[in-house]
């Protein structure tokens, strides 16, 4: 990749100067400035200056085919002469999102009906909320509204799907969550685990944990449950087996909805199509977004099961229109952009592909980080995975959050070219490169992560912090 020379403007100034940046603590932004990336070719950044990067994290866990795919630049390309933009309200449409709804239904985990398409994983979750609550006022159950999440889920932050995110600090600042959610046990064996408790006994108490949620609330007051098949923000989460049919045995007492939220597990991240499959997960709602069009353009979707969707159908006799819709719904260039890259996902078999990788991905970690003392969990599944930090391995003891642990290693990690990203909430690093990545580039992925969990580690110590 050649060095871009930027002789244009002085884009470090005017970013400080106008962009308001996302989940940046700005106060240290406006005296550092941004790192301005240029420039992306399979798993590599290059930024302003020429300085090259392993991304280790796909962007936002979303670049599943890697950067620079033409195939996809083309589609849109192609699309943007052909028919840029028209809407989809009120019956009109476009071609590319019904063969994509086509394509999605086709390869469903489970049977579904429609798609309704939005913009991102928010408004996925946002549409979902409304899917619920149009769905349960049709069938003469207006109670039937709270929406069951858990704590550590990552959904999103619009006002509902942030209030759906079980993470205090997207609620502290906001006024949030918003009084019709509650926040159940997520399946985090190393902290809300019994020690030595077996896969069996933290699922029962799981699925207790939830049925004595809804039955305190009042089953007639619950709609539906969100979860993601693997937590991804919150720390990388896998569930025990047995968990997500322990969890629908419950859902099923109470006639509640399991809305699977795969943002980040949609398109093979797990190994497989979705991740509902690896997780045994039968779901009445699926919300897309991120790997459908591997971040190439905006496009979310939410997938509605027919049962839902004859419901809302036969509801509007009464209730009127199903009133919900972006101008940007069903966008016939984001169409273009995700059958094109779901055509890369099928012909280069990169599904089984990230499953093979992410097996050697977590050799690696494991020869990296299990003997480490500053490791006390390495896990993940397929290409995604985690190492999360402790002060102390027995018992389980945790760092003082305002030492930043996970903060430190990412810009370590940084300085060794590798982007990894740092999941505060759990003192965690987290890998999820894109689908593309080779088994030597994860190696070095690895071993710069080591590196820079080494120098941390000494920096601790010599401070006098461990
Ligand atoms: N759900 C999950 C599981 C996610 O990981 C994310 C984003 N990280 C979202 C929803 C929200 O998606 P977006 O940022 O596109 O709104």
């Not at 799907?161 to 205090?168: N, Q």
Request: glycine share 10%.
């Amino acid at each position: 990749m050649t060095t871009i020379l930027r002789n244009g403007p002085d884009l470090e100034s005017l970013d400080k100067r106008y962009l308001f940046h996302p989940f940046t603590a700005l106060a240290d932004h406006e005296r550092t400035g941004p790192q301005v990336i240029v420039k992306g070719e399979g798993v590599w950044l290059e930024d302003a200056h020429g300085q090259r990067y392993l991304d280790g994290m796909a962007g936002l866990w979303c670049v599943n085919v890697g950067y620079g795919r033409p195939e996809i630049a083309e589609a849109i390309h192609r699309q943007a002469l052909t028919l840029p933009y028209f809407h989809s309200f009120s019956s009109w449409a476009t071609d590319t999102p019904i063969l994509l709804a086509e394509k999605l239904i086709e390869m469903a985990p489970v049977p579904m009906s429609k798609v309704f398409f939005g913009q991102s994983g928010s408004d996925a979750n946002d549409t979902q909320i409304k899917i619920v609550w149009y769905y349960n006022n049709a069938r003469g159950k207006p109670q039937k509204k709270k929406i069951i999440a858990r704590r550590r889920g990552y959904h999103g932050v619009t006002l509902a799907s942030a209030s759906l995110t079980g993470m205090p600090s997207l609620h502290s600042g906001f006024d949030l969550p918003l009084d019709f959610v509650r926040h159940t046990t997520p399946p985090y064996r190393l902290w809300e685990a019994e020690p030595g408790q077996s896969d069996a006994d933290f699922v029962a108490k799981l699925a207790r944990d939830l049925e004595d949620l809804i039955l305190a609330e009042g089953p007639d007051t619950v709609g539906a449950v969100i979860m993601e098949p693997v937590m991804g923000a919150g720390g990388v989460i896998v569930p025990p087996k047995g968990y997500y049919p322990a969890i629908r045995a419950v859902l099923d007492r109470h006639d509640v909805l399991l809305i699977a939220d795969e943002v980040i597990s949609g398109f093979g991240r797990l190994g497989t199509m979705f991740g509902a499959t690896a997780m045994e997960m039968q779901p009445d709602l699926i919300s897309v977004a991120k790997g459908i069009t591997s971040a190439y353009v905006p496009l979310s979707g939410c997938m509605v099961s027919e049962k839902v969707w004859r419901t809302i159908v036969d509801g509007q006799a009464t209730l009127g229109v199903f009133g919900h819709g972006y101008t940007y719904s069903a966008h016939p260039l984001a169409a273009a952009a995700a059958l094109a890259n779901l055509d890369i996902i099928e012909k280069d078999g990169l599904v089984e592909q990230a499953g093979r990788r992410g097996a050697f991905m977590h050799e690696r970690l494991a020869e990296a980080f299990a003997d480490h003392p500053l490791v006390g969990d390495i896990r993940g599944h397929g290409l995604v995975g985690a190492v999360e930090f402790v002060a102390a391995k027995e018992p389980a003891t945790r760092f003082e959050p305002s030492l930043k642990i996970a903060g430190r290693i990412v810009k370590a990690a940084l300085a060794e070219g590798l982007i990894t990203r740092a999941l505060p909430h759990a003192d965690t690093i987290s890998f999820s490169p894109p689908f593309v990545i080779s088994e030597d580039e994860i190696a070095l992925m690895v071993s710069r992560a080591r590196t820079a969990v080494d120098r941390v580690a000494d920096e601790l110590v010599r401070e006098g912090l461990w």
